[in-house]
């Protein structure tokens, strides 16, 4: 296992285009750690840089306590899965696992031991004497992580490992990532755009935008401790619901209902007078029909979406939209008009100029 340590990392391209600002982490040993954000946010650029495969514009890279700027890729002991999974075609699966052993020089029993070894843990034992264009993709993808864990490195470097695989492919395929982590504990970077593989199997999360880092956190954080508008539409699916309101005598007024907010803003209510904010709530955080202790709102159906275990109903609250997360059984009819509740400790205040979370101490406590 190792440690990484990211100090003021910067990657800047003779173009003079800034791919990342400052990225600064502190990764455990054997810590699971994933990068996640839309397209071009700067997460592969990030990933590469640490694997050697991109230079370094300013800051430190330390791998346990090692200044590692400089480090061919292959002396700093790291190990990747690309996107592609990056096979030899001409090479069957045994080869293809065994290939970095035998530039190693390890004496061939031991490269059979560890190969079939590997193989058994990865479900690719019948398939040794297969071509890789004999393979499905998530065989192809198993035999890119096994040629990675077999060298035994102290960092495994993933770089959206499942994008190339269909929607149950990916499922099979992250147990297996999970399982494969627990039992080698090695340092793992996962790269995706993929916030469902990022929250089930991250131990932190850092999410991305435009090169910089927004937030760090265990899934539970970024979830329930958005620190912006960005984290808290990024994560969650469907994503938070914003309205755009103004404070009025500690009001906003959404859909013709004034709503009293000066809990959520605490001691902040003075600042916020007459101010604009964004009012946020999860679609999983409602109720139909009228709650006690909860912000009560009407809305009109527009539309739904049976999905089995929930129907998402979207909604009309005067010139806003929102979605709501409903159990199937209280799925309400297109065009009807319904009453919803939020929970107080369920709705979340953004400033509208800087995007930043409005907190108090009170809305902390009650998300733990």
Do not use: W
């Amino acid at each position: 296992m190792a440690y990484l340590t990211l100090k003021g990392i910067n990657k800047i391209y003779p173009n003079g285009f800034h791919a990342v600002h400052d990225f600064n982490l502190e990764i455990e040993k054997g810590e699971f750690i994933v990068f996640v954000g839309s397209s071009g946010c700067g997460k592969s650029t990030t990933l590469r840089m640490i694997a050697g495969l991109e230079d370094i514009s300013k800051g430190e890279l330390l791998i346990n306590g090692v200044y590692a700027n400089d480090k061919s890729p292959r002396d700093r002991e790291i190990a990747m899965v690309f996107q592609s999974y990056a096979l030899y075609p001409q090479m069957s699966v045994y080869d293809n696992l065994a290939f970095g052993l035998t530039l190693q020089g390890v004496d061939d029993d031991v490269i059979d031991e560890k190969v079939k070894h590997v193989a058994h843990i990865l479900g690719l034992t019948d398939y040794l004497d297969r071509m890789p264009r004999a393979l499905s993709g998530g065989q192809r993808q198993r035999v890119a992580v096994g040629r990675a864990i077999i060298r035994k490195v102290g960092i495994f470097l993933m770089d959206e490992p499942l994008s190339n695989l269909d929607a149950k492919q990916r499922v099979t395929m992250r147990a297996e990532i999970a399982q494969i982590h627990r039992q080698t504990g090695a340092t793992t970077i996962y790269v995706t755009h993929d916030q469902t593989e990022a929250m089930t199997l991250a131990d932190r999360i850092v999410i991305m935008k435009e090169g910089r880092i927004q937030q760090v956190g265990t899934p539970y954080e970024l979830y329930f401790k958005p620190v912006n508008l960005f984290v808290a539409g990024f994560i969650g699916e469907p994503p938070m619901n914003f309205i755009r309101c103004k404070v009025q005598d500690g009001c906003v007024e959404i859909g013709g209902k004034k709503l009293n907010i000066t809990p959520n803003l605490g001691a902040h209510a003075k600042e916020y007078e007459g101010k604009e904010i964004y009012f946020g709530f999860r679609p999983e955080a409602v109720a139909l029909g009228q709650q006690e202790n909860a912000y009560v709102l009407g809305a009109n159906v527009e539309l739904t979406e049976m999905l089995g275990d929930n129907t998402n109903v979207y909604v009309n609250i005067g010139s806003s939209n929102a979605i709501l997360k409903v159990n199937p059984h209280d799925t309400p009819a297109t065009d009807s008009d319904i009453v919803f509740s939020i929970p107080v400790e369920s709705t979340y205040l953004f400033d509208a100029e800087t995007e930043m979370v409005i907190t108090t101490e009170e809305l902390v406590s009650s998300a733990q």
